[in-house]
């Protein structure tokens, strides 16, 4: 079969592989549709925890193909999506619901081959039924959206907290939807794109601000106290510095976006203190994946929009190499 392979940073290619057989208690799936995230980006750039070579690749849907000994709930020729997690299930942390601080953590495309490839193989017990009301590219996005739940499970909302919110790419579109549905007031947006901007402010989004411009909108004495809630979907070191300092007293600030390893921030640890904050971190997802399965399938969030170009699977290597890369661009997905 085809796969796309990293054999090391900065080196990938599109090569022949063996086929993924079932083992027990597992199916292989024809893979349909892939979105392609920051993280498939860190490792081709060699920023992440994953080892070389490797097929990357995590937010998916397809078709069974195969199905392996013991498993009953699937046939060939259903319409699936999976968790890419691969969870222990025994270790302290998954036994306190913990999992994606697994002490044996893993993941399809990130610590064993994933789904940039026709056919990937996955435990049976990740996968998850597809209605036909949803589309394959809906169904790449209920990774994705997972990560979202688990972020908004560590941020616990409070209705009518104001928030602040960088970055308006993907991710920061369905960060902007699920804010909105759990209760945020005020919610501003600051990105580098007017385009996202005015996207998010579609998705619910009260205000968006360009990046530019934020010092200016944000000086008046309406921001002056800072925000309830600020968060980061860029992982880009300066925009977190910047952030930090707009979180209000008893505010809660939460780093979403993936920032390459052993880069360092500063921090005014007196504020720290003296403004009771809580920093939260958001890893990945943790038992989210059905939570966030329902509320696409319920369409209480809407990930048509964001996907604003399709790939084959021998243009993502310029993708992931920055040479096509749109600042517009929101997901782009890979069509198998």
Known sequence: MKALVIEKPFQAAVKEVPYPQPGANEVTIKVKQVGICGTDVHIYRGEFLSPYPIIP??????????VGENVTDFKVGDRVSADPS???????YCLTNRGNHCANWGALGNTVDGTMAEYVSVPAGNVVHLPDTMSFEQGAFIEPMACVVHAMNRLQLHVGDRVLLFGAGAMGQQLVQSLKQAGASELVVVDLSQQKLDLALEMGATLGVLSEQIEEKLSTSEYEKGFDVVVDATGIPAVIEQAMHYIGPAGKYLQFGVTPQHVEVRIDPFKLYNKDWTLLGSMAINHTFIPAFHWLKERRINVQPLVSKTLELEEVIDYLSGKTKDPNGLKVQIKL
């Open 57 to 66: 690749g995590h937010e998916f849907s397809g078709i069974i193909d195969a």
């Open 86 to 92: 691969l969870f222990c299930g025994e270790c302290e």
